[in-house]
């Protein structure tokens, strides 16, 4: 029987495929990053806008009562005769469309309300009434600060997808490089007789250098190229 082991020291595609494995599990995790900052937006973006339509009801009612008030002065009026019949209908118009724009801002608070409670995976009867506004974050930047676009994890994953197509390019370029490995063997040959050979042991050295491989390295390095160049393109659009 014959028992070889093989060990391979040198690869340099092998290297590349590690670090790309390492970039891609990053890129996934800043992508997750991603995902909650959208939700988080998506959130705010509907905190902000249940406490816009809350503000323009409270408004919508305070018309509302100023226009009852003013109602009751023109019937007033009409009775005593200080009045046309005319200003009385017309200050009783404006009354019945603040009144209709009360309940269109309260139907408008409710769906925002709806949509917030959906966004954070609640029912709708557990967003508190009023909102807070002073829970919002503070979105100014101080005079001295600037935005760092790079930091953004959109940014972070091109540039990492970047680098991903580049190792790939890598890759593929290693394929024209020679491989080392060492290579140790234990050889067998049954009972002991007249034609046996003794038992054998070797210990080698094994070197592959590729000669032709039927054009597949040279395409396989034509596409990569072509990949990391569109990746960079994507991430210079972006940066």
């Known amino acids: 029987f014959n028992v070889y082991l093989e060990q391979l020291l040198l690869d340099l595609a092998t290297w590349h495929r590690i670090e790309r494995a390492d970039l891609e599990a990053e890129a996934a995790g800043i992508g997750e990053e991603q995902e909650r900052e959208a939700v988080a937006y998506e959130v705010m973006q509907r905190f902000t806008n249940v406490i816009r339509q809350e503000r323009q009801l409270a408004l919508a009612r305070e018309r509302a009562r100023t226009s009852a008030a003013l109602d009751q002065q023109a019937a007033l009026l009409l009775q005593a005769g200080r009045t046309r019949p005319a200003d009385r209908e017309q200050v009783a118009l404006r009354l019945a ?77 290693a394929g024209y490089l020679p491989t080392v490995g060492v290579r140790g063997g234990y050889s067998h040959y049954g009972v002991k007789r007249f034609d046996n050979y003794p038992d054998a042991l070797e210990v080698g050295v094994n070197v592959d250098v590729p000669i032709f491989e039927g054009l597949r390295n040279l395409y396989a390095v034509d596409g990569a190229s072509k990949a990391a160049e569109i990746a960079r393109l994507k991430h210079r659009s972006r940066a």
């Open 97 to 173: 469309e603040a009144r209709l724009d009360v309940e269109e801002r309260a139907a408008a608070t409710t769906s925002a309300r709806a949509a917030l409670a959906l966004a954070m995976g609640r029912e709708s009867v557990a967003v508190g009434e009023p909102l807070d506004a002073e829970s919002l974050p503070d979105p100014s930047v101080s005079p001295g600060e600037a935005a760092d676009v790079e930091r953004s994890p959109e940014i972070r994953v091109l540039d990492l997808r970047r680098r991903v197509e580049e190792k790939n390019l890598d890759i593929a370029r």
